[in-house]
């Protein structure tokens, strides 16, 4: 059996002459696309599209219908492929709002095209992958964002506290369809496979029933758009590591860590020229900076000292988030509320625990239980509700009624003692209210069991 990833490298025009390129060209032709288009390989492909569901595309074949449709379609489209002229569809433009207030541009691709991509990249990973620096995390297999924190964590602790921030504008919009062909060119000989790759950032965008030509850039919201992405910008992980510089990078977040800030100012004027001219991308002067670690935000994450911890700007996302589910005016019955919170909660935790300590996660539990049983206060509007809903749970009828009668504001009247011993802490636990204590203690435990189990 062929070794892929040794066949597939790339060889200098010295190593290998015209016969051997064209064995190469012949062999990879036989099997890079052949697996790529294997049963199996669709099948899986299908299955993780399946899995992660998302909105139809300009044809609007929802995932459940596509199975019927593909049936009847799919033996021409496989002789499209092999023959290297299969024409995707164009991506449904549809925007989502950034913290800042601005919108990201997505590209849905239509179904069928998801699940050729996602077979493409199944077979193309573990071919990049080896390649790939090591201080690459974003959507490559066993690495994550909390693998990218802990590397720049390990980089301050060294004494690299200065950081260079640097924001690359709009850049799965600015991606050089040439640049990226070349880049793919070094390690894929199949021309029908490079035209099929090719076919999809140049697909074109359908916006309000208006197409446009895509020129630029590789729309997020398709399976290959991230792989693509790091192919790019895997040329900017080496220049970094020619340099010597200390770097941890997620798709087109990344941060680098020097010693001063004349180091810092320095490195950011000469990366900012690589980037520019040799990757042909657009570096945002004016939200690139050189700041000292503490002042800077990684992917939701700050640093305090050493330490890991949330940064103020998505504390306070997550605030205005939980205000949400939690809004007097929001007409949903408890049990959907404590649901939807139980879901964003529980998310939230296991993206920030690793940036959290026990009495921050206390403090904003406290939070979230006032707001639950303002909730209560105003759901039950009428004095004589109150009164007779606090009796039932235990207040004397004396504090029931100083609470049912007053005319403090819902927040204010949360935290009142009557209102306190009704609705407790262990009330609101068995009602199914989410707690970010417990799940900061579950945490810690298995990340301590997992350190004592790797000692």
């Not at 992958?129 to 490559?140: A, I, L, M, V």
């Not at 790019?232 to 510089?245: P, W, Y």
Request: contains cysteine; proline residues 4%; positive net charge.
């Amino acid at each position: 059996m062929f070794n892929l990833i040794t066949m597939y490298s790339p060889i200098g025009e010295s190593g290998v002459d015209q016969r051997s390129r064209r064995y190469l060209a012949l062999s990879e032709k036989q099997t890079l696309l052949s697996r790529i288009l294997q049963p199996e390989n669709l099948r899986t492909s299908w299955k993780r599209v399946r899995a992660n569901k998302g909105a139809p595309g300009v044809d609007k074949v929802t995932v459940e219908k596509f199975p019927a449709k593909n049936r009847e379609e799919w033996e021409t489209i496989q002789t499209a492929i092999e023959a290297g002229n299969y024409q995707p569809l164009p991506v449904k433009r549809v925007y989502l709002e950034k913290e800042d207030g601005s919108q990201r541009k997505i590209g849905i691709p239509i179904v069928r095209d998801r699940v050729i991509q996602q077979a493409i990249v199944q077979i193309l990973s573990p071919l990049y992958e080896p390649h790939f620096s090591d201080s690459s995390f974003g959507f490559r297999p066993e690495r994550s964002c909390h693998d990218a924190i802990k590397q720049v964590q390990q980089y301050v602790k060294e004494g690299y506290k200065i950081a260079i921030d640097v924001d690359l504008s709009k850049f799965f919009d600015r991606i050089n369809h040439d640049l990226l062909m070349t880049l793919l060119g070094k390690r894929i000989r199949s021309k029908p496979l490079m035209r099929l790759i090719g076919q999809f950032p140049r697909a074109g965008v359908l916006e309000n029933n208006s197409f446009s030509p895509s020129t630029l850039g590789a729309p997020q919201g398709g399976p290959l758009s991230p792989l693509l992405s790091n192919i790019i910008l895997d040329v900017f992980d080496k220049e970094l590591e020619k340099r010597g510089h200390k770097f941890a990078r997620y798709c087109d977040d990344f941060i680098i860590l020097v010693k001063s800030q004349r180091a810092g100012k320095r490195v950011l004027a000469s990366i900012t020229r690589f980037l520019e001219k040799r990757l042909k991308l657009t570096v945002n002067e004016k939200k690139s900076q050189v700041v000292p670690i503490n002042q800077c935000k990684f992917l939701g994450f700050s640093f305090k000292g050493n330490n890991i911890i949330i940064h103020p700007q998505s504390l306070e996302k997550f605030k205005r988030e939980i205000r949400r589910l939690t809004g007097r005016s929001w007409g949903v019955s408890m049990r959907v509320r404590y649901y939807k919170l139980k879901l964003y909660l529980r998310g939230w935790m296991n993206y920030f625990a690793i940036g959290i300590r026990y009495q921050k996660a206390c403090d904003l539990d406290q939070w979230i239980r006032r707001r639950i049983r303002m909730c209560y206060w105003k759901m039950w509007r009428k004095p004589r509700t109150k009164i007779r809903n606090l009796m039932k749970m235990g207040v004397s009828e004396v504090l029931a009624i100083c609470c049912g009668i007053s005319s403090k504001a819902y927040w204010r009247n949360s935290k009142t003692k009557g209102i306190q011993i009704a609705l407790n802490d262990e009330w609101l636990k068995k009602q199914g209210l989410f707690s970010l204590r417990e799940s900061w203690i579950s945490f810690t435990h298995k990340v301590r069991t997992a350190h004592c189990g790797s000692a």
